[in-house]
């Protein structure tokens, strides 16, 4: 079960949405190489990853930066950077470009600071974007609760798609990811379910004042929870290619 886009459109060209989609793309092929080679892939986490223990015990802040451009992996990025595709334009569109990269960075911060508070004595990497997309996310259901969403639900044979207001799944999300925190162990490794949950609540705490300026709860009555842009309609038709029956 995940969204694979929304009936909203942005009101304007999302260029840091679409410049941090990029960049994203390029550092991960700019260490594609080293997923061949388990050694020098870790040495290059080392370097470049956060580790909470090296933030508690070092003061390697660094990490907390460069993480949020890492990926484990194809799928990480793939469902990474469709998750900031999907809530991301709206939000920029809203903050405005600079604000919103700024918003962006200041939740991926925030999540890493809440993965070490988690676990300040791990040893194990954290990489990805998906905290300071938390933070998108979050920032997204505070402005548009009521904003029409399209989940992919696919539960062995069963595959269906249904639509859903943004509020029900970013909450469901966000519960998952606090659910799955308090049941993990940090040190073991795994998803870094509370860099997502601490995101999440940086996201919606970072957009108040956005929120508080473009008129607080009036905002939402004004229009009606939703992206003030026309909502874009998604029709699905049937396919071209005539059934053929069986032979008897």
């Given amino acids: ?26 550092v991960f092929l700019s260490y594609w190489q ?3 080679d388990e050694r020098a892939l870790s040495l290059f986490f080392r370097d470049w990853a956060m580790i909470p223990a090296l933030v508690t015990a070092r003061g390697e802040y660094a990490g907390l930066f460069t993480s949020m451009f890492l990926h484990g992996g194809l799928i990480h990025l793939a469902g990474n950077m469709l998750f900031l595709w999907i809530f991301g334009d709206n939000l920029e569109d809203r903050m405005g470009h600079l604000p919103f990269l700024a918003f962006y960075l200041a939740s991926g911060l925030a999540a890493g600071a809440t993965q070490v508070m988690g676990a300040p004595g791990s040893m194990v990497p954290t990489v990805g974007a998906s905290g300071a997309i938390a933070g998108v996310m979050g920032g997204y259901m505070l402005l548009f609760p009521r904003a029409r969403v399209d989940i992919l639900i696919i539960i062995i044979f069963f595959v269906r798609i249904i639509t859903i207001p943004a509020a029900l799944v970013l909450l469901l999300w966000f519960a998952i990811q ?60 049937r396919t071209p290619i005539p059934r053929v029956g069986r032979r008897r």
Avoid: K
């Fill in 1 to 26: 079960m995940f969204p694979i886009r929304d009936h909203n459109p942005s009101g304007s060209t999302p260029y840091v949405t679409w410049a941090l989609i990029a960049l994203n793309v390029v």
């Fill in 34 to 36: 080293l997923f061949s």
């Fill in 178 to 237: 606090v659910v799955a925190g308090l049941g993990s162990d940090p040190d073991m490794g795994g998803v870094a379910y509370w860099a997502h949950a601490g995101g999440f609540v940086a996201g919606i705490i970072l957009t108040l004042p956005v929120f508080l300026r473009l008129g607080g709860p009036r905002f939402w009555a004004l229009h009606d929870g939703v992206p003030p842009n026309p909502e874009t309609l998604y029709r699905f038709r």
